[in-house]
């Protein structure tokens, strides 16, 4: 590849993640917002004529970083993962591998409500997978989740952090298990965290390199 072309993929990937993190401030915003109806159609509009030009040069599915072998070389040596930053369906996070523990921080937000208040199960499930998966691949194998076991111990409140950790338990031919937590902090000095979800994925390696 040419070095002009790498640096225009480059700016394309940080443009988009730039572009998509608004896009999610955008979701938020129009999700909670308490404007009159009339300024709302208006919004709405001028949004309709932004989406179109948007659409005007697309691709099938979204933009995606690969984590590929020199991505994992570099999330070893300590670089975090930007996970789904260019899909703003998806929850982002910065994934740290470290000792073999894969960890996130996440401030669950409005939009990731399910029960009132709380974060939504499927949402924790949905992160937890994909910290483990991530984990997974940093040791270099590609994989996908077969089975995935979710216990809901604590609701998680949205709008106050949080922290995601994970660790692989077992590895057997093809297959790795991996555990990961969703930890409330803590209330007050010398105190545990809680562990508000915790979950076990069963992943196997499937053919090709890791991308
Ligand atoms: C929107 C998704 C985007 C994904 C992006 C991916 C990467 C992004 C890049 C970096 C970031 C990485 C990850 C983070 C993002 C998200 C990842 C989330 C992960 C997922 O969300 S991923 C989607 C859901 N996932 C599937 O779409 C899997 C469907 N599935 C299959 O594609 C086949 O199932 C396959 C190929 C896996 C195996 O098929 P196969 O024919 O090659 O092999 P076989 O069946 O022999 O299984 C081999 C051994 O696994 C055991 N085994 C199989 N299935 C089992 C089960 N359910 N329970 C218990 N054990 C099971 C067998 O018992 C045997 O074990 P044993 O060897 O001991 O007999």
């Not at 996440?106 to 199960?121: D, I, T």
């Not at 940093?138 to 077969?146: I, K, L, P």
């Not at 969703?182 to 890791?210: K, N």
């Amino acid at each position: 590849m040419l070095d002009a072309d790498a640096e225009l993929i480059d700016e394309r990937i940080a443009v988009t993640g730039d572009l998509v993190a608004t896009v999610r401030e955008l979701m938020t915003a129009a999700a909670t917002s308490e404007l009159a109806p009339e300024e709302l159609e208006a919004i709405r509009g001028e949004l309709a004529v932004l989406a179109a030009r948007l659409a005007e040069r697309s691709r099938p599915t979204p933009l995606r970083q690969h984590l590929d072998l020199a991505a994992i070389d570099r999330v070893r040596a300590g670089a975090s993962w930007p996970l789904w930053r260019h899909n703003p369906l998806a929850i982002p996070l910065d994934v740290r591998v470290h000792d073999g523990v894969a960890s996130a921080d996440l401030v669950p937000g409005p939009l990731y409500e399910g029960p009132p208040g709380s974060m939504h199960g499927g949402l924790s499930a949905a992160v937890l997978d994909s910290l483990l998966a991530v984990l997974a691949q940093v040791q270099r194998r590609r994989v996908v989740t077969v089975g995935l076991q979710v216990s809901y111990r604590a609701a998680i409140p949205l709008g106050a952090p949080v922290r995601l950790v994970g660790r692989i338990v077992g590895t057997e031919g093809r297959k790795t298990t991996a555990v990961g937590e969703i930890l409330l902090p803590a209330s007050g000095p010398g105190q545990p965290e809680t562990v508000a979800v915790s979950a076990e994925a069963l992943l196997v390696e499937i053919p090709g390199a890791p991308d």
